[in-house]
């Protein structure tokens, strides 16, 4: 079991930057032993990944739509996990979901990608981005 909270949504023009974070408030297990990803869902849409990070850190991945755009990142020592989102478009407008899963293999094309692969969410931040 894990408590997430996320932190750092908010309202910013087209073309900039924002970071996001979520820190792990309580868990059963050491931070670093979760797979660590990042969900958004825009109004009346489904939620869709955005990026996960390995337990070490050194595993990234990204929706391919996103690469280039957004990072993420982890700093096990703060029990904490980062977005950095640069270059903001008004459709990356969404609410912004921390996800975390402790299992380490997920298996079926896409399967990381899956809202279903992880196990514990945090509550959400907004994140709106002006024209």
């Known amino acids: 079991q894990v408590q997430l909270a996320e932190s750092g949504g908010a309202l910013v023009q087209a073309g900039g930057s924002l970071r996001v974070s979520c820190t792990a408030l309580a868990s059963g297990r050491t931070f670093s032993s979760y797979v660590m990803g990042w969900f958004r869902q825009a109004p009346g849409k489904d939620r869709d990944f955005v990026a996960r990070v390995t337990g070490s850190g050194a595993g990234t991945y990204y929706a391919d739509s996103l690469k280039g755009r957004f990072t993420i990142s982890r700093d096990n020592a703060k029990n904490t996990v980062y977005l950095q989102m640069n270059s903001l478009k008004p459709e990356d407008t969404a609410v912004y979901y921390c996800?975390?899963?402790?299992?380490?293999?997920?298996?079926?094309?896409?399967?990381?990608?899956?809202?279903?692969?992880?196990?514990?969410w945090g509550q959400g931040t907004q994140v709106t981005v002006s024209s």
């Open positions: 996800a975390a899963t402790g299992r380490d293999y997920c298996s079926g094309s896409g399967c990381w990608s899956r809202r279903e692969s992880f196990d514990y």
